[in-house]
């Protein structure tokens, strides 16, 4: 059986005393695209960096994060730079604050090139053209500072940042974010050509729920910090188990059905410092029973790679 890209086991973040992710699981496989869904403040921003080490030291992390079999808390930061934009990148939610405001898009983009490829600084600003080209830039906005470029422009410019040494891994935050439909188009066949063409595996973070069933071969749902449904897209998507998960579709806008009230997900996550006894869903659940409040479930098989974190799961239509 082939070893996955990435394989997070029990993985908790604390502030303090407050755990903002709680013992999350989830496998990235080679060349497969694993879409991690949620609310804001669900944990998924702060899970994707705690798997690059990109959290600030007050953050307490435990469990196990693993990138093809090297576990990354045990590396030495010397050995995370050599791996952080060639073998793993991330497209970061805000690009504005991630790009150096006092240099020129082209040469972080080539930077970024030859640090770890090393092909020459011609090559790499020769290479730097094609990427941005292929990210519907022209070539010749290379020599723009970031905040000469609309937001839209800085994010496809990260996007290709984040493509120009075809990781193994690709961690993307919300990468369609502020972009209109055509651009968000563009940059999904960009990872979707750089997934096919180099078989980069890619953890996609989005609201998006069209991004996730076009793109995504599994999700993985969190809720206040807590998997509590996985399993492949088009289970869940067509017979989600969980109830937030089939809140969370109930609120998509639908094309191929008739037109009917979008229904929202009634009150506000929990806050972490003060979590609800039992299921942390349970206070905005329309399936909650008294044991609900008393326990908190496991995450449980239900079908082939479906697992859902609930007492009383969604039935399913026959």
């Given at each position: 059986?082939?070893?996955?890209?990435?394989?997070?086991?029990?993985?908790?973040v604390?502030?303090?005393?407050v755990?903002?992710?709680?013992?999350v699981?989830?496998?990235?496989?080679?060349?497969?695209?694993?879409?991690?869904?949620?609310?804001?403040?669900?944990?998924?921003?702060?899970t994707?960096?705690?798997?690059?080490?990109?959290?600030?030291?007050?953050?307490?992390?435990?469990?196990?994060?693993?990138?093809?079999?090297?576990?990354?808390g045990?590396?030495?930061?010397?050995?995370?730079?050599?791996?952080?934009g060639?073998?793993?990148?991330?497209?970061?939610?805000?690009?504005?604050?991630?790009?150096?405001?006092?240099?020129?898009?082209?040469?972080?983009?080539?930077?970024?090139?030859?640090?770890?490829?090393?092909?020459?600084?011609?090559?790499?600003?020769?290479?730097?053209?094609?990427?941005?080209?292929?990210?519907?830039?022209?070539?010749?906005r290379?020599?723009?500072?970031?905040?000469?470029?609309?937001?839209?422009?800085?994010?496809?410019?990260m996007?290709?940042?984040?493509?120009?040494?075809?990781p193994?891994?690709?961690?993307?935050?919300?990468?369609?974010?502020?972009?209109?439909?055509?651009?968000?188009?563009?940059?999904?066949?960009?990872?979707?050509?750089?997934?096919?063409?180099?078989?980069?595996?890619?953890?996609?973070?989005?609201?998006?729920?069209?991004?996730?069933?076009?793109?995504?071969?599994?999700?993985v749902?969190?809720?206040?910090?807590?998997?509590?449904?996985?399993?492949?897209?088009?289970?869940?998507?067509?017979?989600?188990?969980?109830?937030?998960?089939?809140?969370?579709?109930?609120?998509?806008?639908?094309?191929?059905?008739?037109?009917?009230?979008?229904?929202?997900?009634?009150?506000?996550?929990p806050?972490?410092?003060?979590?609800?006894?039992?299921?942390?869903?349970?206070?905005?659940?329309?399936?909650?029973?008294?044991?609900?409040?008393?326990?908190?479930?496991?995450?449980?098989a239900?079908?082939?790679?479906?697992?859902?974190?609930?007492?009383?799961?969604?039935?399913?239509?026959?």
């Amino acid at each position: 059986m082939t070893d996955p890209v990435l394989s997070v086991r029990d993985l908790t973040v604390r502030f303090g005393e407050v755990a903002v992710v709680d013992k999350v699981g989830l496998d990235v496989m080679p060349g497969e695209i694993v879409g991690l869904v949620g609310e804001s403040g669900s944990g998924k921003s702060v899970t994707a960096r705690a798997v690059m080490r990109l959290l600030p030291r007050r953050a307490a992390i435990s469990g196990s994060v693993r990138l093809l079999g090297e576990d990354i808390g045990a590396m030495s930061e010397r050995r995370l730079r050599a791996l952080r934009g060639s073998v793993v990148s991330m497209i970061f939610q805000d690009p504005m604050t991630s790009f150096d405001p006092v240099h020129r898009i082209g040469a972080q983009i080539a930077e970024a090139i030859t640090v770890h490829a090393r092909p020459g600084w011609r090559k790499a600003t020769k290479r730097v053209g094609s990427l941005l080209e292929s990210v519907g830039i022209a070539p010749a906005r290379a020599r723009a500072f970031p905040h000469e470029l609309s937001g839209g422009m800085r994010q496809r410019a990260m996007t290709a940042m984040a493509v120009a040494n075809g990781p193994a891994l690709m961690i993307a935050d919300e990468p369609t974010t502020a972009l209109d439909v055509t651009v968000q188009d563009q940059v999904m066949q960009l990872m979707r050509d750089l997934n096919q063409s180099s078989g980069t595996a890619i953890l996609l973070i989005t609201h998006n729920i069209a991004v996730v069933a076009s793109l995504c071969s599994r999700l993985v749902v969190l809720y206040a910090g807590r998997v509590v449904e996985d399993g492949p897209t088009a289970d869940l998507l067509s017979a989600p188990r969980h109830p937030y998960t089939t809140a969370l579709l109930r609120s998509v806008p639908r094309l191929d059905q008739p037109a009917t009230r979008l229904v929202a997900i009634s009150g506000q996550p929990p806050d972490p410092a003060n979590p609800p006894s039992g299921c942390m869903f349970q206070p905005r659940c329309e399936r909650a029973i008294a044991r609900c409040r008393e326990a908190e479930p496991p995450l449980g098989a239900v079908g082939a790679g479906h697992h859902v974190r609930c007492w009383r799961p969604v039935e399913v239509a026959a």
